[in-house]
């Protein structure tokens, strides 16, 4: 389209400039009309000749007259004569050898006049006139030729501008179509302009819609990016720049920062019993209880899992502590969530400071706080102290220690016997680990298996315990059992069990001598392989029992999944066994239910004979603890050398060969 308009604009350009330039060929040719006047002149001189000629005659036959006229007709006719010399009368005449001669004849005749005229007499004139008539028909012949050339000329001017004026029409012609053409472009294209507007006005408005769209799913993001979908709460992120934004506030005022860390007890156990469904909506109502305490905005969040937080500024450490009491309460109210009442604790961890003003090290301190109270048990509220810092550093130096330990084999097994309640023969030595430390002494287990299962190290100890506990119970003369620790960390790795047949093989103990004693919480998780591992391990003969049974949350489902071959009732329920009614029954059903599920039970923490008569009445089968023998760094001398007599402690016998 722009190079159809383009073509016309430069057409209508030439089209214009070329009739400028026909107006000027006509101009010219016009011009030619006034210029062409040879035959004016011609008549002009011939007739002014034929005028002197008669005043010449008249002159000679009137004797009035004088010759003052006759001069001046001379003189007129003299000037004239200049005519036949100069301008396109002149060419014309050059142009015509016989007119050229005649020119010279008429110059040459009027010449004569002029020097004779007054010397000549009336006679000598009327002869000389005679001469003179000789020049009219010659002269009538160039004025007629000069009318014919002029006529000629003429026409030929009129045919030009005839011609140009054709062509003038033709091309105005050109120029009205060309500009009516042109026209047409213009509106077309003036209506395409119109649409586009149309369009581009819609476009617009669409990019208006695109960016208001935008703007809201931006708002939306940017809810997104700090809340947490399930509960709506503020989540982790925000937690972290809001924390920024109190300490500078707070640093400006010279206030305190209050951090509390909250997390769920037991929180797992809810997701597994009930399923993550119910989980979910125990979150969301804690949410909305913790919600409808209308504390100010931007105080509550959910950093994730069962884990939520509180920040605030310029509290006491009694005030952050009565409202960390406030808010358990309103968690720690039941729950009804699909038709069940669940009940739920929290225990918190709070740093309230006036001097500290690192983030990461408020959360720290609270989450320190929140550790310990965690491991007091459930609904258990702390504030951080520097004492908890000063256990962390003595944790991480427990654990360099305990690397070098492991290189060092400081290591050692001690063993515990566990007799049969009616026989009071040994049955089993339970292994049980220590530390000779080279600074502290023995060290009890309990000191360092947490930090070493939270590292990993415990799979590496795990195995030195299997592999002393199995070596020396393989060099005894009396085939009775070994017990082996095992922690959850150790059951939750696909390996153990191959390294468990290895260490079988290389001591050459049987498997049937060997029992793994595993917690409850072993099971307790999503995976399947600890049930793999105890289930390929017991299908060679190795013996199972489960540890500190009725601490943890055994699922009877779980308990008949795999047979155990024992239950080892835990201390604390032999403990007040004499003092407890609760403790006997609770003894009393753990027995049965062992029956029921063919399996034996073991009571551990036996101290006093009174607890051994009661255990041996509610058919426990069989007693581990310090009335038979604290754990030793040796076994039995009867057992050791198969020597059959009693053993030291007088309550125990090694078993009969
Ligand atoms: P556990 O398996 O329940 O072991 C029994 C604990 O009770 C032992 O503590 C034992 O010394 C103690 N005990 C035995 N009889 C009595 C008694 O009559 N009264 C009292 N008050 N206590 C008694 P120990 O040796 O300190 O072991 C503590 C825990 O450390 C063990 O509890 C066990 O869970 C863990 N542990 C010990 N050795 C190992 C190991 O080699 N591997 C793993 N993973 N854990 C181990
Ligand atoms: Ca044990
Ligand atoms: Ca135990």
């Excluded at 004025?143 to 003429?154: P, R």
């Excluded at 038709?339 to 739920?344: L, P, Y």
């Excluded at 509610?618 to 760094?633: A, E, I, R």
């Amino acid at each position: 389209m722009n190079r159809i308009l383009a073509a016309i604009i430069f057409s209508l350009f030439i089209s214009t400039g070329y009739i400028s330039f026909l107006v000027h060929e006509r101009q010219q040719e016009l011009q030619k009309l006034t210029h062409y006047a040879n035959s004016w002149s011609a008549g002009q001189l011939v007739s002014e000749y034929y005028r002197f000629e008669s005043w010449l005659g008249l002159y000679t036959i009137d004797e009035t007259m004088t010759l003052d006229d006759v001069r001046l007709h001379l003189d007129i006719m003299l000037s004239q004569s200049d005519l036949l010399k100069e301008g396109d009368l002149g060419n014309y005449i050059d142009s015509n050898k016989s007119l050229h001669e005649l020119a010279i004849k008429l110059e040459n005749t009027l010449n004569y006049l002029d020097t004779h005229l007054e010397k000549m007499s009336r006679p000598e004139l009327q002869e000389y006139l005679k001469t003179m008539y000789s020049l009219d028909a010659p002269l009538s012949r160039l004025s007629s030729g000069a009318l014919n050339k002029d006529v000629n000329l003429i026409n030929n001017a009129n045919s030009n501008i005839q011609t140009l004026y054709s062509i003038y029409s033709a091309v105005s012609v050109l120029l009205i179509i060309l500009s009516a053409i042109l026209g047409m472009l213009i509106f077309y294209q003036n209506r395409n302009i119109l649409k586009a507007h149309i369009q581009v006005k819609s476009l617009a408005e669409e990019l208006q819609d695109s960016k208001e769209k935008l703007q809201i799913q931006n708002t939306k993001l940017e809810y997104d990016v700090y809340h947490d979908p399930l509960t709506e709460m503020s989540n982790r992120l925000f937690f972290w720049d809001n924390l920024n934004k109190i300490i500078n506030i707070s640093e400006s005022n010279k206030s305190s920062v209050t951090v509390m860390l909250f997390d769920l007890d037991r929180f797992k156990e809810v997701n597994d019993t009930y399923g993550h469904d119910a989980g979910d909506m125990l979150l969301r109502q804690i949410s909305l209880r913790l919600n409808s305490m209308s504390l100010p905005a931007d105080t509550l969040y959910r950093l994730g899992g069962d884990e939520f937080a509180l920040l605030s500024s310029g509290l006491t450490e009694s005030h952050a502590v009565s409202l960390a009491q406030k808010i358990c309460e309103c968690i720690n109210q039941p729950y009804t969530i699909y038709s069940t009442i669940i009940n739920i604790t929290t225990c918190v961890g709070i740093v309230n400071s006036e001097t500290e003003r690192r983030s990461d090290y408020l959360y720290k301190f609270a989450d320190l706080a929140l550790y310990e109270a965690k491991n007091e048990g459930a609904s258990k509220i702390k504030v951080f102290r520097q004492r908890m810092l000063d256990k962390l550093q003595e944790s991480r130096t427990l654990e360099h220690d305990m690397a070098l330990a492991l290189t060092n084999k400081e290591f050692v097994v001690y063993y515990q016997p566990i007799v049969d309640s009616y026989s009071r023969e040994v049955y089993s030595y339970e292994a049980l680990i220590r530390w000779v430390h080279p600074r502290k002494g023995i060290l009890s287990p309990d000191s360092f298996i947490p930090v070493a299962e939270k590292t990993g190290m415990i799979i590496e100890m795990g195995k030195s315990v299997l592999e002393m506990a199995c070596r020396e119970a393989a060099s005894w003369a009396v085939p009775v059992k070994i017990s082996v620790n095992v922690s959850p960390v150790q059951l939750s790795s696909k390996a153990f069990a191959g390294i468990v047949l290895s260490i079988l093989k290389e001591t050459g103990l049987s498997a049937d001598r060997l029992e793994l004693e595993v917690t409850e919480s072993s099971l307790f998780i999503e995976s399947n392989t600890p049930m793999n591992t105890l289930n390929k391990l017991k299908d060679l003969g190795v013996k199972i029992s489960i540890d500190d049974f009725g601490t943890g949350y055994s699922s009877l489902s779980r308990l008949s999944r795999l047979a155990f071959d024992k239950i080892k009732i835990d201390k604390s329920f032999v403990n007040s066994i004499s003092t407890q009614e609760d403790a006997l029954t609770i003894i009393k059903l753990i027995t049965g239910m062992a029956k029921s599920l063919s399996m034996k039970t073991v009571a551990e923490g036996v101290e006093t004979l009174d607890q051994l008569e009661n255990l041996q009445a509610l058919g426990c089968d069989f007693v581990q603890g310090y009335l038979f023998s604290k754990p030793q760094p040796y076994i039995a001398g009867e057992i050791r050398n198969g020597l059959i007599q009693n053993c030291a402690s007088g309550l125990i016998k090694a078993p009969r060969g």
